[in-house]
């Protein structure tokens, strides 16, 4: 069988963090009940013009600085022609020939070092509305609330060429967009999704191979399975002599495969010309000058200082400030207890576990700083003993408990009766002869059963350290 490589490129679309639509003042808040966030202007009809939103033209600008990139300080905008249910104006607002940002790029960790993804371009947009397709009474139903919600689209080069990289540039998009604050992208929303565009080649080949693309994809999981089943896909066409067909492919994960949607549009297809109903965006220096001075500590910088000021080795760092909520939680954390390393494991262990067994992303959590500091205090002031903690932690996850009325409401509190505690070892000790003849013959980890027997007495609310110490005082 011929060596193949992959090559990817990915087109990223982000929803804006503005409170309100890129042309009109309907909320762009999630949810909400079917096209009850739309007015004549976002939903199309005959007559309405547009009013730019100024903050989305910032957070695009914002973006494109932050990613490397040129930013085109005279641009425009153009219509895109296409009919679809979900776009009731029949055409999408767009850039073409003249995009805010061009020419940037980040660079990735990969398993042979770092390496430079080429972004091509980002430019404005409006998004489409959204269908909703009724199984059981056979029928598709518009919802145009997301109709007008503001995007950037992030078109990388071809520069990827495993799954393994694709993911590396997506978590270092993703980080660099929250960390501005321009989008939430929470992918479970559809604030964040991706399309893949991917060919094969033999190794060593200068010229692409036919590409396809896999559209909307919105988890970094699906992303992943899909760069792995396409390319199988295409290398079997290859090898069994097929051609490769230039299409648009939906991803299914559920079933680990994908299906032809369409043949693949080029931009002729769309008729693109410039948006009559819109006036050309003039960007100043100093209105770029102003964007780039508020400019947040990234996480690079946040990384060299949480190595420096709360002196966390480079691993904690790095996972803390992958996230800017896991970030953000833990300054807060650290500010209220003054035990940056102690925040650091809770963060670290327990909370990115929790995380990953109910596959929820950082901005999910729901405890507040207050709360874990408080509950790191109960173990400091030695109210909880550690394992009551990791029990207390977990309700304090899912439910947001306040950890002290919780420890108080459920007895959960560590006994301080010294003389309560060793009388209740002097019983273990008559009642467990054999450890203890162990232990005086030299085995020391006789001692473990017998402090796990106290604590079992005990219901766990005694403190291990204080058990330790009166058994060995006793034996």
């Not at 559809?190 to 191979?209: K, P, Q, W």
């Not at 043949?263 to 009559?276: I, N």
């Not at 067994?357 to 109210?383: C, N, T, Y």
Request: net charge negative; hydrophobic share 35%.
């Amino acid at each position: 069988m011929k060596s193949y490589e992959t090559v990817i490129g990915l087109e990223v679309h982000v929803e804006l963090a503005t409170k309100t639509k890129i042309f009109c003042g309907c909320s762009t808040e999630f949810g909400g009940e079917p096209n009850t966030h739309c007015c004549p202007v976002c939903s199309g009809m005959p007559g309405t013009l547009p009013v730019l939103n100024k903050k989305v033209v910032e957070y695009a600008i914002a973006a494109g600085l932050a990613t490397g990139c040129k930013i085109t300080q005279n641009c425009k905008f153009d219509r895109k022609n296409y009919f679809y249910p979900d776009l009731p104006k029949a055409f999408q607002v767009s850039q073409l020939y003249l995009p805010i940002c061009r020419d940037g790029g980040i660079e990735i960790e990969t398993k042979e070092g770092r390496k430079t993804i080429g972004i091509h371009e980002i430019h404005m947009e409006e998004d489409a509305g959204k269908l909703l397709h009724d199984e059981w009474n056979g029928c598709t139903l518009v919802d145009f609330n997301r109709c007008g919600v503001p995007l950037i689209e992030i078109v990388s080069d071809p520069d990827m060429r495993s799954a393994e990289e694709v993911i590396a540039y997506l978590e270092k998009l993703k980080s660099i967009l929250e960390y501005l604050g321009v989008s939430d992208c929470k992918m479970q929303e559809g604030s964040m999704r991706a399309d893949v565009n991917l060919s094969v080649r033999e190794v060593g080949a200068e010229t692409y191979g036919t590409r396809t693309e896999m559209k909307n994809l919105n988890s970094f999981r699906a992303i992943a399975r899909a760069v792995e089943g396409e390319r199988a896909r295409q290398i079997d066409l290859l090898e069994s002599g097929e051609a490769v067909v230039q299409e648009t492919r939906r991803w299914d994960d559920a079933k680990g495969g994908s299906y032809a949607m369409r043949s693949k549009e080029d931009a002729q297809d769309y008729r693109y010309f410039p948006e009559p109903d819109l006036a050309p965006i003039e960007i100043s220096d100093e209105w770029l000058a102003e964007i780039r001075a508020r400019e947040p500590e990234m996480q690079e910088a946040k990384m060299a200082r949480y190595q420096s000021e709360y002196r966390l080795p480079e691993y904690d760092a790095r996972i803390l400030t992958s996230s800017k909520s896991l970030a953000d939680l833990f300054e807060a954390t650290v500010a209220l207890s003054g035990k940056p390393k102690e925040v650091s494991n809770w963060l670290m262990v327990e909370t990115l576990r929790l995380l990953k067994e109910e596959d929820k992303d950082p901005s999910q959590i729901v405890f507040s700083p207050e709360q874990l500091a408080a509950l790191i205090g109960l173990v400091e002031s030695g109210k909880i003993n550690r394992g009551t903690a990791k029990a207390v932690f977990e309700v304090m996850f899912k439910e947001g408990a306040d950890p002290a009325v919780y420890v108080e409401t459920h007895g959960l509190a560590m006994v301080q009766d010294d003389e309560a505690l060793r009388s209740t070892v002097e019983k273990i000790i008559r009642e467990n002869p054999k450890s203890v003849e162990d232990y005086r013959n030299g085995k020391q980890k006789a001692i473990g059963f017998l402090v796990g027997q106290t604590m079992k007495v005990m219901k766990g609310k005694a403190d291990p350290g204080k058990v330790n110490e009166i058994l060995k005082e006793l034996l």
